[in-house]
């Protein structure tokens, strides 16, 4: 596990090496432990890392590393799970080097020497952000794991190429080149996070998941990558039918071999290991695997809230009393998110409003005082249909598609045409505790939803804050709706599942984990994403999935062979926090300060009116904006600590 970055010119670069200093030193919570650069100046390439060791502790592990054939150079940031399995493969096959050590850093590169770059991406096991120079051919390759766990920047900029594991290392080089992109604002506030390819700079995206990109010249940059992994490939058709007509008791087991075999590559390391444990089914799967392959009980942790409808922690604390953990919690308070909070932009680099960025920092740094390595339960709701969500739209769509277009266009124009402002005012006689469900903006969202045009549409809806036509971001175009990463091929579950493994899981969730893990040098790993088991989870049938209107069927039952369901059976809550109270009291003069008519305006790229009527609504304690409020602080917050770019 480490941070990357790299500069490519492809020309004779004589100041590589400084830039490059510049690149890595902003991203050394990255990696700690160590830190290496490597140039070839008149070849215009350089490549620098810091390293966070996990596995071969030696100076045999630093990087970058050169390969026995001395043809190639890598640099990569994540962990190649199946290290041991390949290595012996090279061995059997005669095509393994004089090994130095033990690192998964070398059996990759001895894996490009053996096959190459492209069949290496489908053989390994992993999360990965990957850049690899091609000392003969002049190539510089980047590569980054098939579900997104580990991030990849890059752009061109000028006469050259940057890329790096984290903005700041762009930006410490880039600087004043750099302009901010207002279309991404635009999605930032709509989705809370920034969806690939775009970053929040003009010029410069990440490389998404699955994909690979070979570049030999600075205009390259401009190409579109490569996949060479995707959901639906690979043999899915037919484990899928395969497992359509395979008992309940084969659906299980298949389940938790797939799962077993992850997490006994995953616990491999050569620092302390444990657990994010929150007593929920995903997490406490895990950690049951995790307990039964261990000879020794696993550390795990957790966060409470002193806000009941919030606090996980006494679940969490039951199922590590059963499955015999060492168990570590935390409780959050308004004063930790409040000291905090000003170090977030930092943090995340780029605007980001997903709140329970705050918790999962904040667990990360408890885990950090005394584990290295921590594996998650990330990824179980999108492959297993967990999210609730997914049978409500479901239903929703299949009634309101069943209504003739011209009775919902009617009845979309009666419901959109008073303002949000107007629909409150007459909603002023219900009670209180009535208004924070049923308001103006939500009547106004329900008028959207009665014509939307298809499933997707009206997925993305649900899952957006502000909607592309309320135009908050000044100097564009009227927006419209857009919709990617959805296939109306599939079943509408299906559908869904496939669009937050496509979006909201690399974009929001797993920079979430990424960012806070690694601000605290803490390695987490997710092994619900091992691609076998995403493979797997989705050609499970439908009836593995959901019954009886839950959903991880199949998952449940794996965890319930391990843990009693009784311990695990209640309404789901999420890793949330109370964000409403904490804009209304202790952050209150923190978001003041951001939602000031001046700072709204200040660089006209928002529109202040819509936000501070949002605002004085949120602190009327009538309604609950602080979602759509969020969003808005974390981008101001951003351009506040960005100001001098």
């Not at 750099?178 to 690939?196: G, H, K, Q, T, W």
């Not at 199922?319 to 308070?333: C, F, I, K, N, S």
């Not at 208004?435 to 899952?463: C, D, F, K, P, W």
Request: glycine residues 8%; contains cysteine.
């Amino acid at each position: 596990m480490c941070g990357i970055a790299g500069i490519a010119t492809w020309r004779c670069s004589p100041a590589l090496f400084p830039e490059l200093k510049r690149m890595t030193d902003p991203i050394t919570h990255r990696g700690p432990d160590d830190s290496g650069i490597w140039t070839d100046n008149q070849a215009g390439i350089g490549l620098g890392q810091r390293r966070l060791s996990i596995i071969d502790l030696s100076p045999h592990g630093h990087q970058p590393m050169i390969s026995a054939s001395g043809r190639w150079v890598l640099s990569y940031n994540g962990e190649i799970y199946n290290f041991a399995e390949l290595r012996s493969t090279l061995e059997q096959a005669s095509q393994a080097p004089v090994w130095r050590g033990h690192s998964d850093t070398e059996v990759l590169l001895g894996c490009v020497e053996a096959w190459g770059i492209e069949a290496t991406l489908h053989k390994v096991v992993g999360m990965f952000a990957i850049s690899l120079w091609d000392r003969q051919r002049k190539v510089l390759t980047l590569a980054r794991d098939r579900v997104g766990e580990k991030p990849l920047y890059y752009g061109r900029v000028g006469d050259r190429v940057l890329f790096g594991s984290e903005l700041k290392a762009l930006t410490a080089v880039a600087g004043g080149a750099l302009e901010i992109d207002r279309e991404a604002v635009s999605e930032f506030l709509r989705f809370a996070y920034l969806p690939a390819p775009r970053s929040i700079w003009k010029g410069i995206q990440k490389l998404p998941p699955g994909h690979w990109l070979e570049l030999c010249s600075v205009q390259d940059a401009d190409k579109e990558p490569v996949p060479f992994w995707s959901l639906g490939a690979n043999g899915h058709a037919e484990l899928a039918a395969r497992l359509a007509e395979a008992p309940d008791d084969q659906l299980v087991d298949e389940v938790q071999a797939r799962l077993t075999e992850a997490i006994r590559l995953q616990i491999v390391a050569d620092v302390p290991l444990g657990a994010f444990l929150s007593g929920g089914v995903d997490s406490s799967t895990v950690v049951a695997l995790m307990q039964k392959l261990s000879s020794r009980p696993v550390r795990t942790f957790t966060i409470g809230f002193d806000q009941p409808e919030f606090n996980e922690a006494p679940f969490a604390k039951e199922v590590a009393r059963h499955l015999g953990t060492e168990h570590t919690e935390l409780y959050v308070t308004a004063k930790d998110a409040e000291q905090l909070i000003p170090r977030l932009p930092g943090i995340y680099d780029e605007p980001f409003a997903d709140s329970s960025q705050i918790p999962t920092t904040l667990v990360s740094h408890l885990t950090k005082q005394h584990v290295t390595v921590s594996l998650s339960g990330d990824g179980g709701d999108e492959l297993f249909a967990g999210y609730p969500r997914y049978a409500l739209t479901a239903n929703l769509w299949r009634k309101v598609n069943g209504l003739p277009l011209p009775l919902r266009k009617a009845a979309s124009a009666v419901l959109g045409t008073p303002s949000a402002g107007a629909w409150d005012k007459v909603l002023s006689v219900l009670p209180a505790s009535k208004r924070q469900s049923i308001n103006g903006r939500r009547i106004h969202r329900l008028a959207q939803l009665l014509v939307t045009r298809s499933l997707g549409e009206m997925y993305v809806r649900l899952m957006s804050q502000w909607q592309p036509e309320e135009n908050l971001v000044l100097g564009l175009p009227p927006q419209s709706f857009t919709l990617d990463h959805w296939d109306d091929r599939l079943g509408p579950i299906e559908a869904m599942r496939r669009w937050d493994v496509g979006q909201y899981l690399p974009d929001d969730l797993l920079v979430k984990v990424d960012r806070a893990s690694m601000n605290a040098s803490l390695e987490a790993r997710a092994p619900l994403l091992d691609h076998r088991v995403v493979e797997l989870a989705f050609a499970l049938p439908g009836h593995a999935l959901t019954r009886e209107g839950a959903g991880k069927w199949a998952l449940r039952q794996v965890l319930y062979r391990h843990v009693p369901k009784a311990l695990i059976e209640r309404p789901k809550t999420g890793f949330s926090v109370p964000l409403a109270a904490w804009l209304r009291g202790p952050l209150r003069q923190w978001a003041e300060d951001l939602l000031s008519e001046s700072r709204l305006r200040d660089g006209g790229l928002l529109d202040a009116r819509p936000v501070r009527t949002l605002w004085q609504e949120h602190l009327s304690g009538q309604f609950d904006r602080s979602s759509y409020l969020w969003n808005v602080l974390m981008f101001q917050a951003w351009r506040s600590a960005n100001a001098g770019q």
